[in-house]
Nanobody, 122 residues
Framework: VQLQASGGGLVQAGDSLRLSCAAP????????VGWFRQAPGNQREFVAA????????KYADSVKGRFTISRDDDKNTVYLQMNSLKPEDTAVYYC????????????????WGQGTLVTVSS
């Protein structure tokens, strides 16, 4: 079952967006969930991850202090709140899951969906 990322759009630098990661047919609370992004011509990179029950999180240095990952297991959804967006945040954002550990390598995650495009204009 693939995870579904949504909430992307076109915003200006300094604006905010909240992305959602849904998991139809899967109990997301059983998984660690990560957010990743891929800009044109670049490799997919780690953005943030959250443990089961939300007790632990990890962020890439480039987003620390601006982005917040959270989860609402009642809604079977993980969120990525993005504040103070910069043009360099422009990318397709993906969510993915794994059973154990706040890993940062995309290869350690599965259930990738199609992603959602975030475009930040200057």
């Amino acid at each position: 079952v693939q995870l579904q990322a949504s909430g992307g759009g076109l915003v200006q630098a300094g604006d905010s967006l909240r992305l959602s990661c849904a998991a139809p047919g899967r109990t997301l609370s059983e998984y660690f969930v990560g957010w990743f992004r891929q800009a044109p011509g670049n490799q997919r990179e780690f953005v943030a991850a959250i443990s089961r029950y939300g007790g632990d999180t990890k962020y890439a240095d480039s987003v620390k202090g601006r982005f917040t990952i959270s989860r609402d297991d009642d809604k079977n959804t993980v969120y990525l709140q993005m504040n103070s967006l910069k043009p360099e945040d422009t990318a397709v954002y993906y969510c993915a899951s794994r059973r154990y550990g706040l890993a940062i390598a995309p290869s350690l995650y599965g259930a990738w969906g199609q992603g959602t495009l975030v475009t930040v204009s200057s």
